[in-house]
């Protein structure tokens, strides 16, 4: 282990350079130019889920009004964008600010040991290139690694998989040379990645069924949005971006509360808008209505409703049953029904890993992050300089992971300002409960919800899912607040100024921060 003096030292440490990563990176160059940063990536590339997922037709589920940043507003014609263009912005905003030029590919961090003696966090990584340990310090570590695991998938233990004498391709490591042109395809599930794969197989397969357990609430949403065609066309670039961003974060929440208020009514209207789009007649009962109500699970949105038309052209169909074994022909479904298949792909979800699977350690204890309270789903209780961007599970990701950034920024320069080393988010309400942090019932998230830290039941340790909410609480609020614990003097990058003591904020004192 090497000497602390001759390691390498950073203000702010961010890990993943995906949308959040860059992002963040924005922020920090521009909110806190006193601060040295630079992102790990432990890919080789920039991108993160808009890189690593490569299969057919794969696109945004969010609107890019929403989607996209902020400070450098999306552009592009189309509302619901394909990953390409997505990840060429991610890069073209990367280029444009110089935040390339910051990220270290190859770069897992592995642990990461905060030392309140030091008032830094002692960072060990591997080079996934050379394997080679690589050690730094930095006074804070803000996680934008997203939370799903990037080398494998989530696919269930089918019966008889290696009986199958077709090809098994798992989304999330698509064969870029599978030639699906002519072939029958099975695509397993009815989440976002089927809803998105079907129809773009579907147009040169000879025959695509999707295959799920269940139906999943669906919505047809145009790719281009009439709305933003005429306020572009009304106001000026910048304003057009910003009240387009109201609106369609504002419209997204809407449904939300309204499908948790009045189910009954959104599961009507829901039915009336595929029932418009299907042949008369069609099984809708069995295939396109769920057991639970709208929004217990994420709807799914139906690009331009190109789904509902490639069964209605017969080029695809849904089956809904339970798979009893793979065969060497492919699928023998629990009804007895028999899908010959040459392709069949496992669109079964997501693995979770939170913070990419990091270890933390706090003055050599080692943290549960399981036990831990998220602090205004940001940071994590008594886990001093850490943040963590986590994204609206019922939105835009971008939504949350923006104001996530600019509140970390207010809170380093308020630190700064105050000549304050440590960050502490603590809770002193002994009445606050524990409940499940990202609030949905699908799978993929109650498969690892035991391994994810909590929210509480009241603020700051609740997490709204609300983008109105948590702006009012994230962005109007000041920057240091009652939930938060300041220690370690320190010599201030802003002023030089020191100043003793460990202090408790309320949000009456509290500093705003310099922007």
Request: with cysteine; aromatic share 8%; proline share 5%.
């Amino acid at each position: 282990m090497q000497p602390l003096q001759q390691l390498e030292h950073l203000d702010v440490l961010i890990v993943g350079a995906g949308l959040s990563g860059i992002g963040a990176a924005h922020h920090v160059q521009t909110d806190c130019p006193w601060a040295t940063y630079a992102i790990f990536e432990a890919r080789d590339v920039i991108g993160g889920t808009w890189d690593l997922f490569r299969y057919p037709g794969i696109r945004s589920d969010s609107d890019m009004h929403t989607l996209g940043y902020p400070f450098r507003p999306w552009t592009g014609e189309k509302s619901i964008a394909d990953g390409a263009s997505i990840l060429q912005y991610i890069k073209d905003t990367a280029a444009e600010a110089g935040i390339d030029r910051n990220i270290r590919f190859q770069h897992r961090i592995v642990r990461a040991d905060w030392s309140t003696e030091h008032a830094h966090w002692r960072v060990s990584a591997e080079r996934t290139d050379t394997g080679e340990q690589v050690e730094l310090t930095c006074s804070f570590l803000f996680s934008c690694s997203g939370y799903y695991r990037y080398d494998r998938g989530y696919v269930p233990d089918f019966p008889g998989m290696d009986r199958f004498d077709g090809v098994i391709a798992h989304p999330q490591s698509w064969p870029q040379d599978l030639d699906y042109s002519g072939k029958r395809v099975v695509v397993i599930g009815s989440g976002a990645t089927a809803v998105t794969l079907v129809p773009s197989l579907a147009a040169t397969a000879e025959h695509v069924t999707m295959l799920q357990r269940s139906p999943t609430y669906m919505a047809s949403v145009p790719t281009r949005n009439p709305i933003a065609r005429v306020v572009r066309k009304l106001l000026p670039a910048s304003l057009a971006a910003f009240l387009l961003r109201w609106i369609n974060a504002l419209m997204t929440q809407g449904s939300y509360r309204l499908s948790k208020r009045r189910p009954e009514l959104v599961k009507k209207a829901l039915r009336k808008g595929i029932e418009r789009q299907l042949p008369a007649g069609y099984d809708i009962d069995t295939h396109f209505t769920p057991r639970y109500n709208p929004w217990d699970q994420r709807l799914c949105a139906v690009a331009d409703g190109d789904l509902f038309k490639a069964i209605s052209t017969g080029a695809a169909s849904i089956v809904t049953d339970h798979v009893d074994t793979f065969t060497e022909q492919g699928v023998l479904l629990e009804s007895g029904e028999k899908l010959e298949a040459d392709i069949i792909v496992p669109a079964t979800g997501l693995e979770l890993l939170f913070i990419g699977g990091m270890q933390l350690r706090v003055d050599g204890e080692p943290v549960d992050v399981a036990s831990k309270l998220a602090y205004k789903g940001m940071m994590l209780q008594d886990v001093p300089n850490f943040a963590m961007a986590v994204g609206y599970t019922n939105a835009s990701w971008t939504l949350k992971a923006d104001l996530t950034c600019e509140a970390v920024c207010r809170m380093l320069n308020a630190m700064a300002e105050r000549a304050m080393g440590q960050v502490t988010p603590v809770n002193r309400d002994t009445e606050v409960s524990a409940h499940p942090l990202l609030g949905l019932d699908s799978g993929y998230i109650q498969r690892s919800a035991d391994r994810f830290p909590k929210q509480g039941n009241r603020f700051p340790w609740q997490v709204y899912q609300s983008y109105l909410r948590d702006y009012r609480a994230m962005r109007r609020r000041a920057a240091l607040d009652e939930g938060l614990e300041l220690s370690n003097p320190a010599r201030s990058p802003i002023d030089g100024l020191s100043c003793p003591g460990s202090v408790k904020v309320d949000s009456s004192s509290a500093l705003a921060g310099a922007r």
